[in-house]
């Protein structure tokens, strides 16, 4: 064989970079870059690689092996893509996989599940099969379909391959699209009257006279024949009309007569419930003074940051901007942090743009994926509303990306590489496809907020709340007073138990934050004072009292509340600390009559869970909403004049460089819920450390004294934005053996930095989670230093320690701009 023409392939691999096949002079014909292929890999494994370039480079160290087949005719992923994800692979420090991994939809990657298909079963030739073509031919023939899989078990593994490219080339099976991505359309049962009634009235009456015996059915069909003249040609739905009276046995004898005809057709799983469009509302003098400046800045910066106050506005800025991206025919993504709480945000931009919205929901299943990154490819959404993963769609064209809350962690990837910021690579893509990027916040991160002051973003403020409403007052409660006092039943001082039968009385509805889910973070021996701990993880047990049991938040344990003290077998176990659970049970049996309802990730499973949640707030079916961070995000809820804040002090005591831009950011976002449409709203903030200056410039809205302060310490103590910084967290069930390892590679670096920006390595707060144990070596670089040649410094001597077979066990994960 001597072809030219080789091709790089992206594999859904943690190993570094593309990996090069041959291409025949017919591949050459069909091969674009961005297309899906099936590609064997290793010995037996068949994976989905998309093809990243094409050259004449022939690898000299090893064979190439030939591309299995091509998966599509046109390619699924972009060139810009392409460019994206490599950026990412070096930014963030890992495989070109790993994000490629992470960015496409897990449906379209085939792997030993990949299928095929016979089509030509009338193949008589068998002369010119071999035992192994005819073995499969035979299996095929009974049964259609099988998989990569099965055909290694008629046959064996490493003929599996091979045998079924033969019966392709023959044109005797291909593979089955269709079957192999786990992607199924929707498809919906709608009925209809048999079309030979239609305009056969002899036909008709006879039907009639027939079900006269069956007066049901001789109901549902002069039914059906009443809503097919409502619906005016539009099909109707069997689900639809079985909500109308029918039923499906009575549809199916119907049908069974030649009454009725039940069909299906494909529909849309991403397309939501159709609503009326209607006008964007008229800006506010103010707020197109702040539209004007944007634009302005947008002329020569690429970024601009929307600091306004909640409810200033922002939402009704965005709606205008991208109203006008797209009268130039571009596209606007819109970032939210978190799809499933921000339901109201999709309602509001829905209103207006209708069917031209897609949005990307993180509980989207598989087949939701395709289907929007195909409508995406298409081209048929003008603005994508999404989390952070829809960085990730086949964009074209994109004019703005709209990043809302920008300062919300949620938009720092954590659980899974690449672990990217969603904030940061808004920028990359914006700089790839040419697109502005607009950040929003109330309160802007201080990287942001630095940014913007020193004219790296344009800076845009709007500090007055939409009708010129007052921000709302808000007032520290000292529980240490109010204990002394005796002012405080459980955890509800008497000022925020009153503040809140006025407010009922008002017929107002109240939000109230606790920060901890569950109903006690602790539970504790009064005798000997032992505290149940997880057995996986450093941490203690939560106690949930709903479901009497004990769980760990972190890697999920759980176990039945114990009746005696493990320790000492004593009786008297209490509770010690607050959760949203126990707050409820609070608030409730002070106020019995309220509806009370909990909003928190243990209340909100299920895919609806939110969706209802809201919808039962809106209607007012909830006097009393308690909820963590969740209820910080987007809310805007005309009824609520009044906000509670049950303890402020676990906020303030996080040990965490960025603990008080948190704690400032989450109570004014919090505060900012409070007194949105008619009159100025109350907030009351209770806690242990009522002098502490985060609570006080809280009251004050001092954003620009809090940001000078904290940009002041980050400076002194060497942290971002002053510094860039590289995490390395080690991870291994072996104490001994993490630690060996972790100095080693600490032992390494030592001599390219200054030993204030080489920190560790240090066990975190919760040092052993899932049985594995953990250790941090933090990397500070310094302005003079290239990040670049930093990362290639560390990649080196990972590799070094890797020389050394005992190291090699411990798993690294390199996270670069920590959160
Ligand atoms: P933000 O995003 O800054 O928190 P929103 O855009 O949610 O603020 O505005 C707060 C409330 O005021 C919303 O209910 C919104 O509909 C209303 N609002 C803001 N600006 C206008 C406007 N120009 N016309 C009508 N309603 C407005
Ligand atoms: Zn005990
Ligand atoms: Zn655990």
Not at 660 to 688: C, D, M, N, P, Y
């Amino acid at each position: 064989m001597n072809t030219t023409y080789f091709a790089e392939i992206i594999l859904p691999l943690s190993l570094d970079g593309t990996f090069t096949y041959h291409l025949y002079e017919e591949d050459l014909q069909q091969i674009k870059v961005g297309q899906r292929v099936a590609v064997p890999f290793g010995t037996q494994k068949l994976y989905t690689g998309v093809v990243h370039s094409i050259h004449q480079n022939k690898p000299e160290l090893y064979k190439t092996k030939a591309i299995h087949a091509f998966l599509d005719n046109e390619p699924l992923v972009t060139q810009t893509q392409i460019k994206f994800w490599e950026w990412m692979s070096n930014y963030y420090m890992c495989s070109l996989g790993d994000v490629f991994r992470n960015a496409f939809p897990s449906a379209l990657k085939l792997e030993s599940q990949t299928f095929v298909r016979l089509i030509n079963a009338e193949f008589s030739a068998i002369d010119e099969l071999n035992d192994y073509e005819f073995l499969v031919f035979e299996a095929l023939k009974l049964r259609q379909i099988i998989s990569v899989e099965e055909a290694a078990l008629i046959v064996d593994e490493k003929s599996a391959i091979p045998t079924l490219k033969l019966l392709i080339d023959k044109g005797i099976i291909c593979l089955d699209e269709k079957l192999s991505e786990k992607y199924t359309p929707k498809i919906d049962n709608y009925v209809k009257i048999h079309p030979d009634l239609k305009g056969n009235d002899q036909a008709f009456i006879a039907i009639l006279d027939q079900l006269n015996k069956a007066p049901k059915q001789r109901e549902t069909l002069l039914q059906l024949i009443t809503l097919e003249t409502q619906l005016q040609g539009k099909p109707l739905k069997v689900a639809d009309f079985v909500k109308q009276g029918a039923t499906n046995a009575v549809l199916k004898s119907l049908a069974e007569k030649g009454a009725v005809e039940i069909y299906q057709f494909q529909t849309s799983r991403v397309e939501g419930k159709e609503e009326e469009t209607s006008e964007i509302s008229q800006l506010t003098l103010k707020q197109n003074e702040a539209l004007t400046q944007i634009k302005t800045q947008f002329v020569d910066k690429s970024t601009v940051l929307l600091h306004g106050v909640t409810s200033s506005g922002k939402t009704e800025i965005y709606l205008k901007l991208m109203e006008q991206v797209i009268a130039k025919g571009n596209k606007v993504l819109y970032l939210l942090p978190e799809i499933s709480v921000t339901t109201q945000i999709v309602h509001r931009i829905k209103k207006h743009f209708g069917d031209k919205v897609g949005v990307y929901h993180s509980k989207f299943n598989q087949n939701e994926r395709v289907e929007l990154w195909q409508k995406t490819l298409n081209g048929d959404f003008d603005i994508i509303i999404g989390p952070r993963t829809a960085l990730y769609l086949p964009f074209d064209n994109l004019g703005m990306i709209i990043v809302d809350e920008e300062h919300e962690s949620s938009y720092k990837q954590m659980d899974v590489k690449p672990f990217f910021h969603a904030r940061d690579m808004a920028m990359l893509l914006g700089g790839l496809m040419n697109a502005k990027v607009l950040l929003g916040s109330a309160t802007p991160s201080a990287e942001s907020y630095y940014n913007a002051i020193n004219q790296k973003y344009g800076y845009v403020e709007l500090n007055e709340r939409f009708g010129n409403i007052k921000l709302p007052e808000i007032k520290i409660v000292d529980l240490k007073k109010a204990q002394k006092e005796k002012e405080i039943t459980d955890d509800i001082s008497h000022i925020l138990r009153d503040e809140i039968v006025e407010q009922l009385k008002d017929k107002k509805q109240v939000i109230l934050f606790q920060n901890r889910r569950g109903y006690a973070p602790i539970m504790e021996c009064n005798t000997c004072g032992h505290t149940p701990e997880c057995p996986n993880c450093d941490v203690s047990l939560t106690y949930h009292k709903f479901s009497n049991q004990l769980k760990c938040h972190y890697c999920g344990y759980v176990q039945a509340k114990p009746i005696r003290c493990p320790s000492c077998g004593s009786h008297e176990l209490n509770t010690k600390g607050i959760g949203t659970e126990q707050i409820e049970h609070q608030v409730q049996a002070i106020f019995p009559e309220a509806k009370v309802r909990r909003m928190d990730v243990d209340a909100m499973r299920g895919k609806f869970a939110y969706e209802k949640l809201i919808e039962d707030f809106e209607n007012h079916e909830i006097d009393i909403l308690i909820g963590t961070q969740m209820i910080t995000k987007g809310f805007d809820f005309g009824n609520v004049n009044f906000v509670g804040v049950i303890r402020a002090d676990s906020l303030l005591n996080f040990p965490d460089f960025r603990a008080h831009e948190k704690a400032f950011q989450l109570l004014t976002q919090v505060s900012g819920r409070a007194g949105r449409r008619q009159e100025q709203g109350k907030v009351l903030i209770q806690s242990f450390q009522a002098e502490h200056q985060i609570l006080q410039n809280v009251t004050t809205y001092s954003y620009a004294p809090t940001m000078k302060d904290i940009l002041y310490e980050r400076k002194e103590f060497l942290y971002p934005p002053f510094t860039r910084l590289i995490n390395l967290r080690f991870k291994h069930k072996n104490k001994e053996r993490l630690d060996k390892t972790a100095e080693q590679l600490v032992t390494l670096l030592k001599a390219s930095f200054e030993s204030r920006c080489l920190l560790g390595p240090e066990a975190p707060s919760i040092g052993r989670i899932n049985n594995l144990y953990i250790a941090d070596v933090m990397i500070k670089i310094r302005p003079n230093q290239s990040p670049q040649k930093v990362k290639d410094l560390i990649r080196q001597k990972i590799e070094q320690l890797h020389t050394i077979s005992a190291f090699r066990s411990v798993r690294i994960d390199i996270d670069v701009d920590p959160v």
